[in-house]
């Protein structure tokens, strides 16, 4: 089904699919360790990048352009697709240079990437995708034949990634006797979600039942429907060969509830979320991202939105190294 599409092999997979304790409420938890995809330390954008640099070797490029937040998990670990496939590799950062690189920026420099600070605000999105097309028509003009990659990897390509993991997710899910209601992740760029929701579409088509696919909204523009959601699932199956008609609106499921002030600032529940994963799971989730995310899975179990005994399966889409930065990890003395 997407054995058409080019794809540069980075990611170790399958990644495992690890039996959690019980939720509140009953639910029983079961985690996708998408922290584990190797790459760069791991994480979900293994997955996109794989056919995102797939796509990049396939139109000649000689070096790779992204963008993101100052500790973006995508854009060290795109530093760490370039280091592996022999491409010059630029990212175009939030904020100012620190005195001391720490956490991802630390690890994109060690795998060879240059580091463009804007100084522009972490939510700052649209200014810092501004950056990221003057950088790349800069790199052009100096023959560097750039790839450009959006925020988060989050384009139709990147998005095959994802579809493809919901079936690898549905085949471990059989071989361990399960049909989960639902698969909960979190969302920003909206990549990831609508790689899932194309994925389950076209799980469907076989006649085969598949979970609800929940998103835990943890920026602004997501959680607002920008990006379309809909419309970048309905692209990807075309690109995969499918019928976009297969995604429904209704497919898209977004929870907004967990974001807090904005996007990169902590917040009391995802907190007590990192806290109560790494307590029950030995579970490394980060403040800005996964922390929020299994914030709002544990909260929707707690308020009873998947019946008693019913399985949940939670993507762990990575973050490790955010933790190894000033803020990185809450108050532990706090139970």
């Known amino acids: 089904m997407f054995g058409h599409l080019p794809r540069a092999r980075l990611a170790t997979l399958p990644t495992p699919l690890e039996r959690g304790p019980e939720l509140p409420g009953g639910t029983r938890l079961w985690v996708k360790r998408d922290d584990l995809t190797g790459l760069g330390m791991g994480g979900n954008k293994a997955r996109k990048l794989e056919y995102l640099c797939g796509a990049a070797i396939a139109a000649g490029a000689r070096s790779l352009v992204t963008v993101g937040a100052g500790q973006s998990n ?19 950062l939030a904020g100012d240079r620190p005195a001391t690189l720490t956490g991802n920026q630390l690890l994109s420099a060690m795998f060879g990437a240059q580091l463009h600070h804007t100084g522009a605000g972490e939510s700052h999105w649209g200014e810092l995708e501004i950056a990221r097309e003057a950088l790349t028509d800069e790199l052009t003009e100096a023959g560097a034949q750039p790839y450009p990659i959006p925020i988060g990897g989050s384009t ?135 922390g929020k995310g299994f914030a709002g899975l544990v909260g929707n179990a707690e308020r009873g939105r998947w019946p008693a005994g019913s399985d949940v399966v939670f993507i762990h889409t990575g973050g490790m190294p955010a933790v190894f930065t000033p803020g990185g990890v809450p108050d532990l003395a706090t139970r």
């Open 74 to 92: 995508h854009c060290r670990m795109t530093a760490a697709a370039g280091a592996v496939l022999g491409l010059e590799v630029h990212l175009v």
């Open 156 to 290: 139709a390509v990147g998005a095959i990634g994802y579809a493809a993991a919901f079936f690898e997710l549905m085949d471990q899910c059989e071989a361990a006797g399960i049909r989960p209601a639902a698969v909960v992740f979190t969302s920003s760029s909206g990549g990831t979600h609508a790689g899932l929701v194309a994925g389950r579409a076209m799980w469907r088509t076989g006649d085969r039942a598949a979970p609800e696919v929940l998103a835990i909204g943890v920026a602004k523009g997501v959680n607002l429907g920008m990006p379309d959601v809909h419309a970048l699932a309905r692209e990807a199956v075309e690109l995969a060969g499918g019928d976009p008609a297969l995604v429904e609106r209704g497919d898209v499921h977004i929870d907004p509830n967990w974001m807090g002030d904005d996007y990169a600032v902590p917040t009391a529940a995802g907190d007590a979320a990192i806290r109560w994963a790494a307590r029950h799971g030995g579970w490394v989730l980060d403040r800005v991202y996964s």
